[in-house]
């Protein structure tokens, strides 16, 4: 698993303080978006389709760091938008890691390599690199070529100077899940700290609508894409996240474990339902009827939805809630994941169990944050 022990004992630490305190909906990761604006035009992502007045606003450290005091979540996600664009992101992630916050700076990586002598390496911080395949697919997803080749050096640059680096990979549909496994090779002998996979989910705003995976197709996608591992590549995830997209363990949505701060204030539900914003994180946790949301919900907006902002906190919960949970991680960072059938490695696709909340209500983590910087 590729986590440092000193963050997922942090992390640890934090569930089961809140579970002693009897709290029901608690954040793990909160999602700091200090802008929407980017230096791509990803086919898939709909923040940059907001109005160039909306891509103009940013958040100032003050306001990030109260969103950050507010919320209480040891870990920080910054996406956008592309943040190295942010002028005062220095200061930022300065702020949070004095706060000893684990911070996930997420970025295309095209400013990287010439931002690294302004940062500090520290087990706090994190470069989270968008990677969505290798080159030619991944240059295709951004919609510019060379973007690829630009990340693959800014990693190199990042790991040789001393930083944390991890990636950050969006799959949809019609990818071919052996080019995938060969990305996961390029990427551990390049030395990332861990890779963290999700489904590419529907952004209303995205202009491309067509490529967005359905349940079924995602289940099947990660079967063949994770079946058989190799040793040596490494997720910064959750073992039972990871069973969840192979259709492999249950999970119910959890979504106040990953929530979302930025220009327009505290995003109501999940940063890809778009259903207004409040003022204040408590505001959020009370005034959102979180039973709407969610596979379980019969909402059909959640209905495909197995992005890791809503499952990976409640696989962490599990984690730490459950026997069954804790004894299914024990054994998968232990003897790792089960041989594949052979079935399963051409796209067989074996039905899951109903998803289900695991001693739910109750929430989360996730390590590490969605969010693409793109």
Request: charged fraction near 20%; proline fraction near 8%; include cysteine.
């Amino acid at each position: 698993m590729g986590v440092p022990f000193s963050q997922m004992a942090t992390v640890a630490r934090y569930v089961l303080a809140q579970k002693l305190r009897g709290r029901e909906r608690y954040p793990i990761v909160l999602m700091l978006e200090p802008l929407l604006r980017c230096n791509l035009s990803c086919a898939g992502c709909g923040k940059i389709q907001h109005p160039a007045e909306i891509l103009r606003r940013q958040l100032t450290p003050e306001q990030c760091f109260r969103a950050v005091d507010e919320c209480g979540a040891p870990i920080v996600s910054i996406p956008g938008g592309e943040p190295l664009l942010h002028p005062d992101i220095v200061p930022i992630v300065e702020g949070l890691v004095a706060r000893r916050k684990y911070v996930y700076l997420c970025t295309n990586a095209i400013k990287l390599e010439e931002s690294l002598p302004r940062f500090r390496p520290s087990k706090y911080l994190t470069f989270s690199v968008h990677l969505d395949g290798p080159r030619e697919e991944h240059d295709r997803a951004v919609c510019r070529p060379g973007i690829y080749d630009i990340a693959v050096a800014a990693i190199r640059a990042a790991v040789a100077s001393g930083f944390r680096v991890t990636t950050n990979t969006t799959l949809y549909d019609g990818v071919d899940a052996e080019r995938i496994r060969e990305m996961f090779d390029t990427l551990a002998e390049l030395g990332v700290e861990g890779m963290m996979l999700s489904p590419g989910y529907s952004y209303a705003k995205a202009p491309d609508q067509d490529h967005f995976l359905k349940r079924q197709k995602t289940q099947s996608l990660f079967r063949r894409i994770l079946g058989n591992p190799r040793r040596d590549w490494k997720f910064n995830q959750s073992p039972l996240f990871l069973e969840f997209l192979q259709g492999r363990f249950p999970l119910e949505c959890t979504p106040w474990g990953n929530p979302t701060y930025n220009v327009f204030g505290w995003q109501k539900p999940c940063y890809l339902l778009d259903e207004g914003y409040v003022d204040s994180f408590a505001e959020l946790l009370a005034a959102t009827e979180w039973q709407r949301y969610g596979q379980a919900s019969g909402n059909p907006r959640c209905a495909d939805c197995m992005v890791h902002s809503g499952y990976e906190p409640t696989a962490v919960d599990a984690t730490f809630s459950s026997l069954r949970g804790l004894l299914t991680t024990a054994r998968l960072m232990v003897f790792g994941p089960r041989r594949a059938a052979a079935e399963e490695l051409i796209g067989a696709n074996t039905p899951a169990e109903s998803p289900i909340a695991v001693d739910l209500p109750v929430v989360p983590l996730q390590l590490q944050f969605e969010n693409k910087a793109s």
